[in-house]
């Protein structure tokens, strides 16, 4: 781990200090290097019209079964609050018709980072699309007809959807907003912010055929599971639930505050609430994926060997460090056939946020983009690079043109 990695690493429990030390570094190292815009076999989807456009979090893809049709969200205004109360455009990019856009509708839930949550709806992840939204004073989701337009309304935002779109799993975004801004709605107010441990559920399950909503965790659930000392009188949050391929467990990170200082642990989980399993609790851990309905991949910490891409076997105590020279936080994910890795990077001393492949013990570079001073902390725009549905393209979001854009890399070029 090189001497800014460590420093980075230890200042993650002083938020505060680290964002004005990063900003002063930052500022100084890119005054004294060379300036590049971009690098790599980049190509814009989304309109150069000056508006703002991206599409989410890296673990769904904007691409269609048929890879003919992207997703996308378009907003006039991302860098001045992480969590707008404007409503955001939802698109249709028709990739094979020269780029032509479609508005689909508009979200009044949304943020900069993981949009309103829009997506294809599975299994067959071609007609149908799913949002969060904010409606007649109450957070909901739809599921719209690309083809006729026509909606269903279930009283719940959804935050992982199956991949087989018959269940989701929903937290309180108002509480992840006051927590974590950029990634909750802050339509409302939160009604537990005054309860650093609130008697209140923390997670549902929204069965997306009938509507019904259970629920399903609670936060003194995860307090009381294999409690730690750092947990007295700490402030508690769920976030970045993640379902399993079958459909069978999920993912959740449980983060608790002491002060100033974050922990996070993942946690594992049955879908009706059963057989919790604690994954990973070296006090950090930071964005995962499944690699398939047993392995987890995170970007994490382990006492003895440090920060790190892990591979991990849930429900046990097995994990493999990877590419052990890779020691910068990322959003990892596996390509549909589950040979390689894509992962991304923040912004670094000069401001160059790069793209990685990953196979075995090689890893790739496949573009790096410049990212403004604009866009940062809060209203940030991380790549979040996501897989094309046969494995072929990485599709990213970036600003390196002076405004957030949509963008491919075709791996194979």
Request: hydrophobic share 35%; aromatic share 12%; net charge neutral.
């Amino acid at each position: 781990m090189s001497i800014e990695q460590l420093i980075n690493y230890q200042l993650n429990k002083f938020p505060t200090v680290k964002k004005v030390v990063k900003r002063g570094y930052q500022l100084l190292m890119y005054a004294m290097s060379s300036k590049i815009k971009f690098e790599g076999s980049i190509i814009r989807v989304s309109p150069n019209d000056g508006s703002e456009y991206f599409f989410g979090y890296y673990d769904k893809s904007p691409w269609d079964a048929s890879g003919r049709y992207m997703l996308c969200m378009k907003a006039e205004n991302t860098w001045s609050e992480a969590t707008p109360l404007v409503p955001v455009d939802l698109l249709l990019i028709d990739i094979q018709n020269n780029n032509s856009v479609r508005k689909l509708g508009k979200s009044h839930s949304w943020n900069v980072q993981q949009g309103c949550m829009l997506q294809w709806l599975g299994s067959h992840f071609d007609k149908r699309v799913i949002y969060n939204d904010f409606r007649e004073g109450h957070f909901c989701c739809v599921i719209l007809s690309v083809e006729s337009g026509e909606e269903r309304v279930i009283d719940c935002p959804v935050y992982s959807v199956s991949a087989d779109g018959t269940t989701a799993l929903s937290l309180d975004f108002t509480r992840l907003h006051r927590l974590r801004k950029g990634y909750g709605y802050a339509n409302v107010d939160e009604v537990t912010k005054d309860k650093k441990l609130p008697n209140a559920t923390c997670i549902w399950k929204v069965d997306l055929k009938s509507g019904a909503i259970t629920s399903l965790l609670r936060y003194g659930d995860f307090a009381s599971f294999e409690f730690r000392k750092e947990m007295e009188g700490a402030e508690h949050k769920v976030n970045h639930l993640m379902i399993s391929p079958n459909g069978k467990r999920f993912m959740v990170l449980h983060r608790w505050f002491n002060n100033q200082r974050k922990y996070s642990r993942l946690v594992t989980c049955n879908m009706d609430g059963t057989e919790m399993y604690n994954l990973s609790d070296d006090d950090m851990v930071s964005h995962c994926y499944w690699k398939n309905d047993e392995e987890i991949i995170a970007f994490e910490n382990k006492y003895g060997s440090g920060p790190g891409y892990y591979l991990m076997k849930d429900k046990t105590r097995e994990y493999k460090h990877l590419w052990k020279e890779l020691c910068v936080d990322g959003h990892p994910s596996y390509s549909p056939d589950g040979k390689l890795v894509v992962t991304d990077s923040y912004p670094d001393r000069t401001r160059i946020a790069s793209i990685r492949i990953m196979r075995d013990n090689q890893i790739e570079v496949v573009a790096r983009v410049f990212a403004p001073f604009r866009y940062d902390n809060d209203t940030r725009c991380d790549l979040h690079p996501r897989w094309s549905r046969d494995g072929t393209k990485i599709c990213f979001d970036a600003a390196f043109e002076g405004h957030r854009g949509l963008y491919v890399v075709d791996i194979n070029a």
